[in-house]
């Protein structure tokens, strides 16, 4: 990488907008694997003079790697604006709400999760990360109101489930585990008697990002 940031660095002195080094410098240091600024440097370079979806999620990629993640969302909306293909724009929607995630942006990872499961309701990942969203977001919450969200949450990955057993394996035994978690978290029998409700009767949520979401009463078991 040093070599080619050395070799690359000559070459744009005079013409740093010259695209046709700029396309050999990025597939070179890309295939190289390079991590240095001077290789995202080019990169943006190029994709402001030759802007694709496919450069915007490499670049995406590589500053959320690098813990720049306003700057990964920035080419991660590029991408999503550009596309015109379903299943990939879905793809790019899970994408942007992992990354709400990962910075405690919840309600805008709400609202991308939404949007990929809108364009395939199969979409295993939309009811995986909903479930985590909807919990997180009844932090504010209390009392059954708190307690409904965990009825919501669990049947999200119950509905997640088999998705990800046929299309991504390696978040099941992480999904099993939720849905216990979120079974542990229903209300008990005396909480739901106490507040007029009997097994099996409907309840709308009324709290956090799940707010307004039907719902099936069950008792903890114990």
């Not at 979120?182 to 097994?199: I, S």
């Amino acid at each position: 990488c040093d070599n080619l940031k050395t070799m690359f660095r000559k070459k744009l002195a005079n013409d740093p907008n010259n695209l046709d080094v700029l396309n050999q410098a990025v597939a070179l240091m890309g295939r190289a694997k390079c991590t240095c600024d001077f290789f995202f440097e080019i990169t943006e370079r190029q994709y402001s003079l030759a802007p694709s979806a496919n450069t915007a999620i490499f670049l995406a990629q590589g500053f959320q790697n690098r813990g720049e993640f306003d700057k990964a969302m920035k080419y991660l909306n590029e991408a999503l604006a550009a596309e015109t293909d379903n299943a990939e724009k879905e793809k790019l929607y899970v994408r942007i709400g992992i990354l709400d995630m990962s910075i405690n942006n919840f309600a805008a990872a709400v609202e991308a999760f939404r949007e990929a499961q809108a364009i395939n309701p199969e979409n295993p990942h939309a009811p995986f990360f909903l479930a985590q969203c909807y919990v997180n977001g009844a932090k504010g919450c209390s009392g059954l109101q708190k307690d409904a969200v965990y009825w919501v949450a669990y049947d999200l990955i119950q509905k997640a489930l088999p998705l990800l057993e046929a299309q991504d394996a390696d978040r099941v035994e992480a999904a099993k585990q939720l849905a216990t978690a979120y079974r542990a978290a229903f209300p008990t029998k005396e909480e739901c008697f106490f507040n007029e409700l009997a097994d099996g009767s409907s309840y709308t949520v009324n709290c956090g990002f799940a707010s307004g979401i039907r719902t099936t009463v069950r008792s903890r078991v114990q």
